[in-house]
């Protein structure tokens, strides 16, 4: 079956889409732009004023559509790199993030290895589209798996991911440790014990274990909440004895970081291991924050120097954060699959093979983290610092808020923890010169705590970067002498060139020189030209792109001795990239003399260098230097996926343009990617035009949205929602043969558990028949479950417009009566469109446009593949209050581009000829082949029920035998879920062909 359109909201918002179209395409970064990074300074604009970010600001919130609690900057995460965070404005704000995106990075934005990833095509398969990992086998997975388990306690042999990050780590880390919890007595084990101060995420079994009880008490349930034990193990054993019956499982953190930087002692950890092993209660340890190497080594238990055999080993560890997804190591197997980003997980993957460079902060941080302790007695107390994490204390928590109210005038980034905490966290992108200029920013906070003067704002880092009186120009014969002059004076004898190789460099490529206008003299110079040029050069000599005729190699940059300061390098620097990029290069390269060309190498990282390798025996001697490229093109498209005759219909929600849609080559992506942020906190300019987009078309019913990471985290965010306006809320109600999630507990407890593990469901959430498929059924069983338990205990109705895993169609009169019956208790109706968002279903952008006008839900939900995911909701439930219903990512740049390409290229596909042949095809050949099946789903998500499982399943297989992948529903149920551009004459032939060839072969007796 196929939806009918409405067609009168079409008409004008499609107009309106097309306006906002184009004006976002010309404001949108170009992936071809020269982008200059940030290397040297803060800046801080007059007045701290913001125009662009302010303007960006609004169009975000504009009518309300996203709650008011972004900071104040609009980071360019493509001008952004290592701690210099840089906002969108022509004078742009540009912060120290001491808390390197409140632990989320290895390297600071722009992380140079995953720069050069993304240009020697690690991302191929990942970057333009996300692939579906519960179908396919996936090469990034499967590396990050292997490189986990080398690095975790042996004991811990299982590794799973899971897409949103910490929260959902933890939930899943919860769901397997139950399996394994000791048998029941006296009821079901529902509790786990946790640690006063401890942190675990916002999701509903997370926030239950998580201390802090202002965030925590609105949301718990009833039979459900934690066990709260001080870090005291008399005080854990007591509890186990009177309450070990009701626990499932213990959580910890070994260094509790939102409580404060709260540093567990050893022998507490390890006698809580103990304890947990003679219970047989698993032990879930949490490393989301500190795990790779925050506190040094890789986790934080073995920093403590355990983990090396079984005894000393917890049962489950936890990672995020800079994981860049949720990671779950355990001794027991995930009974599930899990859907993941897998350009996420191969960023996390690139900041595991990089961790290690972040050793040297310890060192570094120490003298001058026991300096504060010193400069400020009785103010500052309680100095640690473990690898890239510092913290201290003051004396209470009115001093804490005077320390972070000044942190933009100050110039730096940090985070309160705890109720008299300071943390800091520190990335491999820091060096000397920054760490003291953060330092003596600290200093000044310190200073002014009781300064009523220390929030006016006072502009740094106006200065132009380059002195006006300094022009660049070709180099003349004239110039010569003093070029030779400043070469010799600037360099030992081994690294000086000769005047017969530059004059070479000018004669084929380029020869520019700086000069003062005032006083007519040569300031520096720069040479360089084609590769090829060079190639007797070592670095160059190796370089794969030689041959190729697309790089440009820079010869030489120097600056005389008295002219350095003047921004004279920059202007060289400048000069060279624009010239290479004019004379049509694709990439720059060149070495730097490692630490005697910090200056230089800055200069070119702010270009977007990134290190090729490091060339050892260099200058005729033992010198090291770091051959480097600049790239001036994004990188490289996909190739074309070899023709292995696969017919995909598994990925289309995953990939609804295929693996590689040709218009994401239009999209800037390399900031995005190599400068995961945290969008809780920032939004960028990318995820200001997709909410602006997704306002025009936010559902009926709705005004209002919040991110989340994942599907589940959608569930997770509306019943937190929910239950604000309802706080008598303690059930949700799904349908039979429902799919909202496998990860979270309340996804879990939601969807219908057939052909999942064991004990999927957590809560018991009560779970009524379709009304597809028995309506009387369903206004029955929501009415004797109302009598039952009273409407205000019911957090609302959550209903899938197509049923992911079952077909169920919401669609006419049925659903009206469903309306109809969620009116009569006042029940919140959660209409959930992932497998019918999308223009997919044929309606128009979603699933409930086609349904009639008395169906207006309280809340959309939507989740587009990759990881992000939306809460539409309407005035009613709409909470406004900041930082209520946030996590740590709140979706993913780069998967809220995809996203949003994705609509606007679905808005103008006309579906309907590939909806007509597709339903031909299941009406009039496949149903006819299958005697007994049901088919299901709409528009281009169909499904189709078998008598069996059995056979179910032998079509499946047979299916892949042919080539033709298709998705899994139900046990008994197939899923055809091609991609939104699937043609007519696809469907026609060779799908038919092989689906029916499929059918006959399953069919017929072996
Ligand atoms: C120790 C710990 N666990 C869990 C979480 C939740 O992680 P996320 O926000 O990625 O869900 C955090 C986040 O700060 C954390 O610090």
């Not at 209002?704 to 937190?720: G, P, Q, V, W």
Request: with cysteine.
């Amino acid at each position: 079956m196929s939806i009918e359109p409405d067609s009168s909201r079409d008409l004008d918002l499609n107009g309106q889409l097309d306006v906002l179209e184009a004006r976002q395409r010309s404001e949108a970064p170009r992936p071809r732009a020269i982008f200059e990074r940030e290397t040297r300074r803060v800046r801080i604009p007059p007045g701290g004023e913001l125009p662009e970010s302010a303007a960006l600001l609004e169009r975000f919130y504009g009518g309300d559509f996203t709650v008011r609690e972004k900071k104040p900057m609009v980071v360019d995460t493509r001008r952004s790199v290592g701690p210099y965070m840089v906002s969108i404005d022509a004078r742009p704000l540009t912060l120290l993030d001491a808390c390197s995106q409140i632990a989320t990075q290895t390297h600071g934005f722009y992380h140079p290895g995953i720069v050069k990833a993304l240009y020697t095509g690690r991302f191929e398969h990942c970057l333009w589209s996300n692939p579906d990992t519960t179908v396919h086998h996936v090469p990034e997975l499967a590396a990050y798996e292997e490189a986990l388990e080398r690095l975790a306690p042996p004991a811990l042999e299982h590794v799973s991911f899971v897409c949103a990050g910490g929260a959902e780590a933890n939930e899943k880390a919860l769901r397997i440790a139950r399996l394994h919890a000791p048998p029941p007595v006296n009821g079901p084990r529902r509790r786990v014990l946790a640690f006063r101060d401890g942190f675990h995420g916002r999701t509903l079994a997370t926030l239950a274990a998580t201390w802090n009880p202002a965030k925590r008490a609105p949301f718990e349930f009833a039979g459900y909440e934690a066990v709260f034990s001080s870090v005291d193990l008399a005080e854990v054993e007591r509890l186990l004895d009177e309450r070990g019956h009701e626990i499932y499982a213990i959580i910890v953190e070994p260094m509790q970081a939102e409580g404060g930087d709260v540093y567990l002692r050893r022998e507490f950890l390890l006698g809580l291991c103990k304890l947990a092993r003679a219970r047989k209660l698993p032990l879930v340890v949490d490393e989301v924050q500190t795990g790779f190497a925050t506190g040094g080594p890789f986790f934080w238990w073995t920093r403590l120097g355990l983990g090396g055999d079984e005894a000393t080993t917890p049962d489950i560890l936890t990672c995020a954060k800079k994981a860049c997804l949720g990671v779950v190591l355990s001794r027991w197997p995930d009974p599930e699959s899990n859907q993941v980003h897998v350009a996420s997980a191969l960023r996390g993957l690139i900041q595991l093979e990089t961790s290690r460079d972040q050793a040297f902060l310890e060192q570094l941080l120490r003298p001058r983290a026991e300096g504060l302790a010193a400069a400020f007695p009785g103010l500052v107390g309680d100095v640690r610092l473990a690898g890239t994490a510092l913290a201290f204390d003051l004396p209470d928590s009115a001093a804490q808020t005077a320390f972070i109210d000044q942190r933009y005038q100050r110039g730096l980034m940090t985070y309160p923890a705890g109720d008299r905490t300071i943390r800091f966290r520190f990335s491999a992108g820091w060096d000397e010169r920054v760490v003291d200029d953060l330092f003596k920013r600290i200093h000044e906070s310190l200073a002014r705590l009781s300064d009523k003067t220390a929030k006016d704002w006072v502009a740094e880092g106006q200065s132009a970067d380059s002195d006006p009186a300094v022009i660049v120009r070709p180099i003349e014969e004239r110039d010569w002498p003093k070029i030779m002059a400043i070469e010799n004076a600037s360099y030992e004898p081994a690294r000086r060139d000769s005047e017969a190789y530059l004059r070479r460099a000018a004669a084929t490529g380029l020869g520019l020189c700086a000069v003062d206008t005032g006083s007519g003299e040569i300031l520096g110079f720069c040479f360089g030209g084609p590769l090829e040029d060079f190639r007797g050069v070592s670095g160059a000599s190796q370089d794969e792109r030689l041959g190729l005729g697309d790089t440009f190699y820079s010869a030489d940059v120097t600056v005389a001795e008295a002219a350095r300061s003047r921004g004279v390098g920059r202007l060289l620097k400048r000069a060279q990239v624009q010239w290479a990029k004019v004379h049509g290069f694709s990439y720059i390269s060149g070495r730097n003399r490692v630490g005697t060309t910090d200056a230089m190498a800055a200069l070119n990282r702010s270009y977007g260098a990134f290190p090729v390798v490091r060339l050892t025996h260099q200058y005729e001697g033992n010198a090291l230097a770091d051959y480097y490229r600049i790239p001036l093109v994004p990188p490289p498209a996909p190739r074309a996926p070899a023709d292995e005759g696969i017919l995909d219909l598994a990925s289309g929600l995953q990939q609804p343009f295929g693996c590689a849609p040709a218009f994401m080559g239009g999209h800037e992506l390399v900031g995005p990617t190599a400068s995961k942020i945290n969008l809780s906190n920032y939004a960028t300019i990318d995820t200001v035009h997709y909410s602006e987009h997704l306002r025009l078309l936010a559902p009926r019913g709705t005004g209002h949205m919040y991110f989340t990471s994942s599907r589940d985290e959608t569930i997770d965010k509306a019943l937190r929602c929910l239950r604000l306006g309802r706080p008598q809320g303690q059930i949700a109600v799904g349908l039979e043969g429902g799919y909202l999630g496998h990860v979270t507990a309340a996804a879990r407890s939601l969807s219908d558990p057939a052909g999942f593990g064991d004990g999927l469901a957590l809560f018991d959430f009560p779970r009524l028949p379709h009304p597809d498929a028995d309506l009387p059924g369903f206004t029955a069983g929501l009415k004797h479950l109302v009598e039952k338990t009273g409407a205000d205990k019911i957090l609302g109705l959550f209903v899938e417009v197509v049923g992911e895993r079952s077909g169920r169609v919401l669609a006419g009169a049925t659903a009206s009566a469903l309306a109809a019956a969620c009116r009569e208790h006042d029940i919140p109706l959660v209409l959930v469109e992932a497998a019918s968002g999308c223009y997919r279903s044929g309606a128009g952008p979603w699933g409930v446009d086609a349904l009639p006008a008395d169906v207006v839900p309280d809340m959309v939900l939507w989740y587009p593949g990759g990881q992000i995911g939306h809460i539409f909701v309407g005035d009613r439930y709409y909470i406004k209050k900041p930082l209520v219903l946030i996590s740590t990512w709140d979706g993913d740049e780069l998967s809220a581009i995809r996203a949003h390409e994705h609509l606007r290229a679905a808005r103008r596909l006309d579906l309907g000829d590939s909806i007509a042949a597709l339903d031909a095809l299941l009406h009039n050949d496949v149903l006819p082949a299958c005697p007994g099946a049901r088919l299901g789903g709409a528009g281009l998500y169909r499904t189709i029920s078998f008598p069996t499982v059995a056979l179910a399943e032998a079509v499946d297989q047979a299916c892949l035998h042919r080539g033709l992948y298709l998705g899994n529903g139900l046990p008994d149920t197939l899923v055809f879920a091609p991609p939104l551009t699937i043609t007519p004459a696809t469907i026609t032939g060779d799908l038919r062909r092989r689906v029916l060839a499929a059918i006959d072969e399953a069919r017929s007796p072996a």
